[in-house]
């Protein structure tokens, strides 16, 4: 556990470090701020829009976040050859991505809590009060994230930065898009199609059982338990793609 530890926090330092993270979360909350003077064109829409594009900002930040540092998070480790003087020391593989995907996870929750703080505070300021919902919809977002995490470290544990960001931004896309698949495959007259498509369906993340964002901006009642089951199917798909990960990342030669 120390040894898993003492990566993850290594991990956490050298994300930090990263420009590219900063320039995120910057462009984020400005746009999260920037909801404001949005809102006062639209009249009687204001705390609407406030809302609407603080949950979005989270979201999409957030999902860059963890594709642009997650993509590199091994690669960078064989690139600079550190990876011989890891796996070299009493440090199993499965220890070394476990404690890389918990660092990044971490950096996410640091910039998740700042955006989720200037986010409430403005909410807050113009409503003068914030609902579960809210909080419910950021705790979905996270656990998404942690799916989309989960990916980039998969594709990371055995091809280029450039391949992962493409595959974990189209898998990220297709994921909110897996129940649309369904339902066209359903009304194609091919057999191969239907069966394809219901396939795909199974086997990709369906990322929207974490957006309640546009249920939260109108104020609709959520069904029973959603948060509680989205967040078991959250953790367990993640556990999966890690296994996948693990089990892909030891049979690698760095030789």
């Known amino acids: 556990m120390r040894k898993i530890q003492a990566i993850m926090i290594n ?31 639209t009249i009687g829409e204001q705390q609407k829009i406030i809302k609407d594009m603080g949950l979005a900002s989270i979201s999409i930040f957030g999902t860059l976040i963890a594709v642009f540092v997650g993509i590199g998070l091994v690669y960078k480790e064989i690139e600079r050859k550190t990876i011989y003087n890891i796996i070299a020391k009493p440090v199993h593989r499965y220890q070394f991505l476990i404690g890389k995907y918990l660092g990044l996870i971490l950096t996410l929750l640091v910039n998740v809590l700042i955006m989720t703080g200037v986010f409430l505070s403005i909410v807050y300021f113009m ?16 656990m998404e994230l942690m799916i989309v995490t989960a990916i980039a470290l998969l594709f990371s544990t055995f091809t280029t930065p450039t391949l992962s960001a493409i595959f974990t931004l189209a898998i990220y896309v297709i994921g909110h898009l897996s129940r649309d698949l369904k339902v066209f495959g359903a009304k194609s007259e091919l057999a191969w199609v239907r069966h394809l498509t219901k396939f795909l369906y199974y086997l990709m993340p369906n990322l929207e059982n974490f957006n309640i964002k546009g249920m939260v901006v109108h104020n609709l009642t959520l069904p029973a338990n959603f948060t509680l089951l989205s967040s078991l ?18 049979q690698r030669d760095f030789r």
Do not use: C, H, P, W
């Open 11 to 41: 991990t956490f330092r050298e994300a930090v470090r990263d420009r590219i993270l900063y320039n995120l979360l910057l462009f984020a909350l400005l746009i999260i701020g920037g909801s404001i003077l949005l809102g006062t064109l």
């Open 127 to 142: 409503d003068g009060s914030v609902k579960l919902k809210l909080i419910e919809a950021i705790f979905l977002i996270f």
């Open 233 to 250: 199917y959250g953790l367990l798909y993640t556990g999966i793609l890690l296994i996948v990960a693990i089990a892909i990342f030891q």
